[in-house]
């Protein structure tokens, strides 16, 4: 099946700083979505991206499909960011989603 | 996006009881929901794909008797661990496909502590 990779696993910021995420997959897909899960578990959609760029406030993301990567991008990190976020991807051979390993942000007042 | 609610966020329950988790989406019909288990400081791993009218397709190494899933109406499915055991505690979760894009949205999730 599809891998998915994220990197780094755990990142700790100073409140106000800029981050970058990153997923790699090994295989062509036909859905890619950014997850945040907070301290409940609860995943929360962040974006519907199999290719192209979007931007909802602080957060944006990049998904490159040719090159097999996405970043998520999180600008003027806040103690609310905290958490661990997913990606997940589905290929093209059914729409299923894989999920990364996650990586876990700390952001620190 | 589709709404999705899941009973109960939160069981205990003795070793060797059986456990249901209804999985409900609240304001679109889905003929495909799918179930997911976290265990803790690890990522979700997909269980089983819940088809409506029909039997359920189990990822390889997940026990088919063991997790019963039964998916009677285009809003409901439900999770059934039969004979719980310590070893199937885990964070519980179901997802639903809520628009002609494939996107996925998610329950609350079920935390299941087996004693």
């Known amino acids: 099946g599809i891998q998915v990779e994220q990197s780094p696993p755990d990142l700790i910021l100073q409140e106000g700083a800029n981050s970058t995420l990153r997923c790699n997959f090994s295989?062509?897909?036909?859905?890619l979505q950014w997850f945040h899960q907070n301290p409940w578990g609860q995943l929360i959609n962040l974006f519907y991206?199999?290719?192209g760029t979007k931007q909802n406030g602080r957060l944006s993301a990049t998904t490159v499909a040719t090159e097999r990567y996405s970043l998520l991008y999180i600008s003027s990190s806040q103690t609310t960011d905290s958490g661990v976020y997913f990606c997940?991807?589905?290929?093209?051979?059914?729409?299923?989603?894989?999920f990364g390993g996650g990586t876990r942000l700390m952001v620190k007042p | 996006g589709a709404v999705v609610s899941q009973h109960p966020s939160w069981v205990i329950c003795k070793s060797g009881t059986s456990v249901k988790i209804e999985c409900r989406s609240l304001?679109?019909?889905?003929?495909?929901m799918f179930w997911y288990r976290q265990f803790p400081k690890q990522s979700l791993m997909l269980m089983a794909t819940s088809n409506e009218g029909s039997k359920a397709t189990y990822e390889q190494g997940v026990e088919k008797d063991k997790f019963l899933i039964n998916h009677a109406s285009l809003t409901l499915s439900t999770l059934t661990v039969t004979s719980a055991h310590p070893e199937d505690s885990s964070f519980y979760i179901c997802?639903?496909?809520?628009?002609?894009?494939?996107?996925?949205?998610f329950g609350e999730g079920s935390r299941l502590t087996v004693l």
């Open positions: 997802s639903v496909e809520g628009s002609l894009t494939g996107e996925l949205f």
């Open positions: 304001d679109f019909q889905a003929t495909t």
């Open positions: 991206i199999p290719s």
């Open positions: 997940a991807v589905a290929s093209n051979a059914g729409n299923m989603l894989t």
């Open positions: 295989d062509s897909v036909n859905n």
